[in-house]
């Protein structure tokens, strides 16, 4: 029989490991992605247990416990006095809790290892999508260079702005926060004799706060990310790659600590991007249809948990479990089947991931991440 044909739309992390794993399912699957070519944007990245499970099955653990970075301990400390407030364990102590490490390393080289176990014949880059048209037996998918595709189903990994999920549910209903982030990496060499940061660290002030992290084995290369007010009329459309000023950030975080300022002024440059916030969408799919959402198209969220692309991780392997063994008749079934096992915990997650409480101290929000980091994507129930 001719196996089934999935078309993926996005090659970004979610969309990649989903593509790895049902190829090893037999499924003939095909990755458009927009971007003519893959940036190195300079973004870290936290992979919690949960998520490791997901890339242990892919086959990449090994070479990220080569590079990625494991931090012995994540600290919560007052913005100006140090205080720790939290102290979560890492290092040897997550694994053997949760059955897998904690990593933190830059999104590139997440995505390049993710990529590494998926043929290069089955990625086309610099295919942007324009519509979709979902039929009895099948998809039909036009794109910007007039082309035409077809498949028996299609998978929506386009991200947070997803046009497919636009086409499939209509307008989505984002807030702005009235936060923006900064981020940058920078060569630890900038810090110029500081004290290099060997622990993975959440400085938490009244209003704002800064992460700040490794994301090298060797330490080589450092990551902050921020959040703090920001006027209302400066939006973005949640772009990675806008410009921030340097000097407004760093007046914006005086005050703070020591450690905050040395690495505030090692970095050569920042970018900065607006937070906004969704509800969780009603459907991921529609009745009997050929088309579903996965990540950040169907359940994107505030950074503040880390667990959006781990979030898309997990819906990769629950929705290739649930299309093992699938026909073209089965499509529909087996996508209401991911929606209904995923759904409620991604939901949750995006949830409290908003109140940016997670780990911050004792009776100040979550401070046991037991039902995050135990989670296991590989092995959990499935839905009737």
């Known amino acids: 029989m001719k196996p089934l044909s999935i078309a993926i739309i996005g090659a970004g992390i979610g969309g990649l490991a989903t593509a790895a794993l049902l190829l090893r399912r037999g499924l003939a699957v095909r990755v458009y992605e927009q971007a003519p070519a893959f940036a190195r944007v300079g973004a870290g990245i936290q992979m919690a247990p949960n998520a490791v499970k997901v890339l242990r099955a892919l086959g990449v653990e090994d070479h990220l416990r080569r590079t990625a970075f494991r931090s ?42 993710i990529m590494s176990v998926v043929p290069a014949s089955v990625v086309h880059l610099n295919r942007k999508l324009t519509s979709f048209d979902q039929h009895d037996n099948g998809v039909t998918l036009a794109f910007t260079d007039g082309s035409r595709e077809t498949a028996d189903a299609v998978i929506a990994a386009d991200g947070v702005h997803s046009p497919v999920r636009e086409q499939l549910l209509g307008p989505e209903h984002a807030h702005f926060t009235g936060k923006v982030a900064y981020r940058t990496t920078f060569k630890a060499a900038r810090m110029k004799g500081v004290h290099v940061p060997t622990v993975r660290t959440k400085w938490w002030g009244a209003d704002r706060h800064m992460v700040i992290y490794p994301v090298t084995a060797n330490r080589d290369e450092i990551y902050f990310v921020t959040s703090q007010p920001e006027k209302a009329e400066w939006r973005t459309a949640e772009s990675w790659s806008a410009k921030g000023d340097l000097d407004e950030l760093r007046a914006s975080f005086a005050g703070f600590h020591a450690e905050v300022q040395a690495v505030l002024n090692a970095a050569a440059e920042v970018h900065k991007w607006a937070l906004f916030e969704r509800d969780p969408l009603p459907r991921w799919s529609l009745d009997g249809g050929r088309v579903v959402l996965l990540g950040d198209a169907c359940h994107p969220m505030t950074p503040y948990m880390a667990q959006g692309a781990a979030s898309a991780l997990e ?50 929000g979550e401070t046991d991440p037991a039902w995050v980091y135990g989670y296991d994507a590989c092995t959990a129930d499935l839905a009737a």
Request: aromatic share 8%; glycine share 8%.
């Open 72 to 113: 012995e301990r994540a600290l919560s400390r007052v913005w100006d006095t140090g205080e720790v407030t939290s102290d979560l364990p890492l290092g040897d102590a997550v694994e053997a809790k949760f059955g897998a490490p904690y990593f933190f390393l830059h999104r590139a080289d997440l995505h390049a290892a």
């Open 315 to 364: 819906d990769a392997m629950v929705l290739s479990r649930c299309m093992d063994g699938v026909d073209s008749g089965g499509v529909a079934d087996a996508f209401r089947r991911y929606e209904a096992t995923r759904k409620p915990r991604a939901s949750r997650i995006q949830m409290q991931s908003g109140k940016n409480t997670w780990l911050k101290g004792e009776m100040k």
